[in-house]
């Protein structure tokens, strides 16, 4: 089978991230009997320095003539001026909204043969293997008003968290078709104590949950989910909840897998029903642009190469590729090749684009 994909390397560690998950995927076509074609497209701070827009309307157009859009990172110092009228972020929120991509996947799953890796107590971690829907269109991140402006009495700021009921509604039903193909338990993650617009989403959930009798709904606030990820992260399954709370909880759970340079992410722009579905998406790592390491050889290429094998899954309907690498990451970790940033003793050390040539191999090998 043929499919265009668009690739947007973006800022800092971005095109070294990028470049691994390309040749997995160059990898998978070679070995399954594939063939990707690739568009480059710019986003982030390089595209504000070559066209003053954080994302130009090429590249929209490009991603609108793919299959799946697949993409590094943005930002960094240089982009960081506060006053600044854009940033390389707008790229991220223009684009989300301009394809539509609403839902956030984001799993997160301990690898056994990185207990070592994270902070928490192996026992804490060991059987984490939950997934978080993030809303990525909507809430404080697009909501309106939302301006600074100076008074007799000082400056001020407001941004405003605005939900439909439409909104809210799609984002609850990626939730509860995930937890039909798991464990079949949904939380539901609002702040309904003190916001009107959660206890509208709370709402919502209870009525959309008569749909789904096999899955058990329960309701949390975020302060508490934001504690019991770390007191008791094997509890959940599948994590619904809004923009920004998902924002937050995320970078929190990415640390109960190890490090960011673990955690893939899908954005789509439907609702994944069944294992035949496909879903138009933007795939890409939860990390940042780490400038500091950029070109070094240094940046971990897995959660790049896990979003390519998500890509695989749920926008172009190769089940059984997608399965492949993962099994090719598991193996390659299984064997003790570490980044830095998962890096234990005893293990072995290696940089960007060894771990990408060698997970490659092992989907050469038939893993």
């Given at each position: ?74 930002g960094?110092?240089?982009?960081d ?23 956030n ?6 690898f ?11 026992e ?21 008003p ?38 079949r ?16 989403w709370?709402?919502?959930a ?13 309701h ?27 924002d937050?909880?995320t ?117």
């Amino acid at each position: 089978m043929n499919f265009n994909i668009a690739i947007l390397p973006g800022d800092g560690v971005g095109p070294d991230v990028t470049n691994e998950a390309r040749r997995v995927l160059d990898e998978v076509g070679s070995s399954f009997g594939h063939s990707f074609a690739y568009k480059s497209g710019f986003i982030g701070g390089i595209s504000i320095d070559k066209f003053g827009s954080a994302l130009p309307q090429a590249t929209i157009d490009i991603c609108r003539r793919c299959d799946a859009v697949l993409l590094g990172a943005v930002g960094g110092p240089r982009w960081d001026d506060p006053s600044a009228t854009t940033r390389p972020e707008d790229g991220l929120l223009a684009i989300r909204k301009e394809l539509g991509l609403f839902a956030n996947l984001r799993p997160v799953k301990m690898f056994k043969v990185l207990e070592d890796a994270t902070s928490l107590k192996p026992e804490v971690v060991r059987k984490v293997d939950l997934m978080v829907v993030r809303e990525l269109t909507g809430g404080l991140y697009f909501g309106r008003p939302k301006k600074r402006w100076s008074t007799s009495r000082g400056r001020r700021a407001v941004d405003s968290m605005v939900y439909t009921e439409e909104e809210i509604e799609r984002i609850l039903r990626v939730g509860f078709e995930l937890a039909l193909s798991r464990r079949r338990r949904l939380t539901s993650v609002d702040k309904a104590n003190v916001l009107e617009s959660s206890r509208l989403w709370r709402q919502i959930a209870v009525e959309v949950a008569s749909g789904y009798p096999q899955v058990t709904l329960d309701h949390m606030l975020v302060d508490a989910c934001a504690m019991r990820l770390i007191r008791d992260p094997a509890y959940f399954d599948v994590i619904v909840t809004e923009n920004m709370f998902g924002d937050i909880l995320t970078d929190e759970a990415s640390m109960l897998a190890g490090s960011m340079g673990m955690l893939p992410s899908a954005s789509l722009a439907g609702i994944p029903a069944g294992k035949s579905s496909r879903a138009f998406g933007l795939y890409e790592p939860i990390h940042g642009s780490a400038p500091d390491i950029a070109g070094q050889d240094l940046a971990n290429p897995i959660a790049a190469i896990l979003s390519a094998a998500m890509m695989l899954h749920y926008s172009l309907g190769l089940s059984k590729e997608a399965d492949a690498v993962e099994q090719a990451v598991l193996k390659v970790l299984d064997e003790g090749y570490r980044t830095k940033d998962i890096m234990t003793e005893g293990m072995k050390q290696t940089g960007t684009q060894e771990m990408g040539k060698t997970i490659a191999h092992k989907i050469k090998q038939g893993i």
